[in-house]
């Protein structure tokens, strides 16, 4: 089992530079990939970046070159370092992480956290 906390989220100002934390905590040896995901309301939840276990990370072209995805696999912590924010990035952000199969170590599947809510004003 893994359980992941997002953190970092709140109300910031349009042109702010908020970075969001996920902890990662149990079976983290399971894990591969993990990412952000985000959902405004009255919208579908949608992928923001995702990033290897080797640091190999895409992102949606809505924030490509704004955000940053990174990890810390030694301190099982994600990050989504958010610059240049707009209102439009106004959501709740996700983390996520897949897990590999391992018998009797690591049951294949994919975790969600709570989200923490981001709301960018003008």
């Known amino acids: 089992q893994v359980q992941l906390v997002e953190s970092g989220g709140g109300l910031v100002q349009a042109g702010g530079s908020p970075r969001l934390s996920c902890a990662a905590s149990?079976?983290?040896?399971?894990?591969?990939?993990m990412g952000w995901y985000r959902q405004a309301p009255g919208k579908e939840r949608e992928l923001v970046a995702t990033?290897?276990?080797?640091?190999?990370?895409n992102y949606a072209d809505s924030v490509k070159g704004r955000f940053t995805i990174s990890r810390d696999n030694a301190k099982n912590a994600l990050y989504l370092q958010m610059n240049s924010l707009k209102p439009e990035d106004t959501a709740v952000f996700y983390c996520?992480?897949?897990?590999?199969?391992?018998?009797?170590?690591?049951?294949?599947?994919?975790?969600w956290g709570q989200g923490t809510q981001v709301t960018v004003s003008s």
């Open positions: 149990g079976d983290t040896i399971c894990i591969s990939t």
């Open positions: 990033i290897t276990s080797g640091g190999s990370a």
């Open positions: 996520n992480a897949h897990t590999i199969y391992l018998p009797r170590r690591c049951r294949g599947y994919f975790y």
